[in-house]
């Protein structure tokens, strides 16, 4: 069997994702996968265009963002466009899909969704086509009637793709496919000693690379000044200015502290960790609930952060930390609050997606002998 992946670079999730998927499938199958950026694909000028427009958006003008994410998730003129504008350049695509002639697409982003249904309406590409969403709520650039199957983060979206037509046999709430890693428990004990930190002291997790140098450091030093006993473990990811500023920063923090640069081993420190502090990305999220991670999140992104954020405070696996609220109030009442970050941490562990790519390859099997 040959399965393709395809991917877009508009944030790290969507890529995780379809690494995640094309990981398993090479080591405990037999099957033949290739994972392929569909922008870049199409076009590198394309794909640089709309991935430096979104970063941007995101960063800079995250309110304006979060306008148009909101209006293209509403049936009108403007939001018909993107499909559209999609199928325009879909047979650009059509050349990579023919040449790898896959028995199944697996799509991880929206715009590759509407361009292989493109192709799929025009009968062009005949291979069934599953789309994950990499987040905990839909928008509607997801939908389209040739998508075979719907794989989706939560329970709770079936009901919101019926709002947008699709029927309920399509959706699938296996959870958004992470890396098996995620999934291995640790010792978490053992993993602190290794970082020289105390086992007995709540640790406060910050994957703090799209935080901003002065934000992060204000913040942390904010916790400082509660008084409450903690430790800390940042991740800067690449962000050397960031690391750099930690490191003259904090030289006399008086909270014990761990400073990482870019690690592949992020599981490690989410099972080492108490709570994390982060912003609501997709992939970061269902990493975290794959280690029974509960969450403090922070500056969603309106949108899709923002969807996933309300998700996790409906279902009491996080706390929302609003932006010119009582950050370190709030993080040190939770950490006193002792039943109340277990009960976080409960629910954080009944929300089990482990067999999320399984359950996909099961998935495929039955749209191929269909």
Do not use: W
């Amino acid at each position: 069997m040959k399965i393709m992946l395809l991917t877009a670079a508009t944030g790290g999730g969507h890529i995780r994702a379809a690494h995640a998927v094309e990981q398993y499938i090479r080591q405990n199958t037999g099957f033949d996968v290739v994972t392929v950026d569909a922008l870049k694909a199409v076009n590198r000028f394309l794909d640089k265009t709309v991935c430096d427009a979104y970063l941007f958006m995101a960063k800079n003008i995250p309110a304006m963002f979060g306008r148009l994410y909101r209006r293209t998730n509403k049936q009108n003129l403007f939001s018909d466009l993107v499909p559209k504008l999609s199928g325009l350049f879909s047979n650009l695509l059509l050349r990579s899909i023919a040449d790898y002639d896959p028995d199944v697409i697996i799509t991880t982003h929206p715009f590759a969704t509407e361009m292989v249904a493109a192709l799929k309406e025009d009968g062009l590409v005949k291979a069934p086509l599953i789309c994950i969403i990499t987040d905990y709520g839909v928008h509607r650039a997801y939908v389209a009637d040739q998508v075979d199957a719907y794989v989706t983060a939560s329970e709770d979206m079936v009901a919101e793709l019926k709002e947008y037509g699709v029927d309920e046999s399509r959706v699938h709430p296996f959870g958004i496919p992470v890396h098996g890693v995620f999934f291995e428990k640790k010792d978490r004990d053992a993993l602190l000693r290794q970082l020289h930190l105390d086992p007995a002291l709540p640790t406060i997790l910050f994957m703090a690379g799209s935080f901003g140098v002065s934000n992060i450091i204000r913040l942390c030093g904010d916790l400082e000044n509660t008084r409450v006993p903690m430790q800390i473990i940042v991740i800067t990811g690449k962000n050397k200015k960031l690391y750099r500023a930690f490191e003259k920063e904090f030289a006399d923090f008086k909270l014990p502290t761990r400073l990482v640069y870019f690690t592949d081993e992020v599981e490690r420190y989410m099972y080492a960790a108490d709570l994390l502090v982060t912003k609501p990305g997709g992939l970061t999220v269902s990493e975290a609930l794959a280690c029974g991670l509960p969450m403090a999140v922070f500056d969603a992104i309106p949108g899709q952060e923002e969807d996933n954020a309300e998700f996790l405070a409906s279902h009491e696996m996080c706390i929302r930390l609003e932006k010119n609220g009582d950050f370190a109030g709030e993080i040190a009442a939770l950490l006193r609050e002792k039943k109340r970050l277990m009960k976080l941490r409960e629910n954080c562990e009944s929300f089990d997606k482990s067999q999320s790519i399984p359950n996909l390859l099961a998935l495929i099997d039955r749209l191929i002998e269909k």
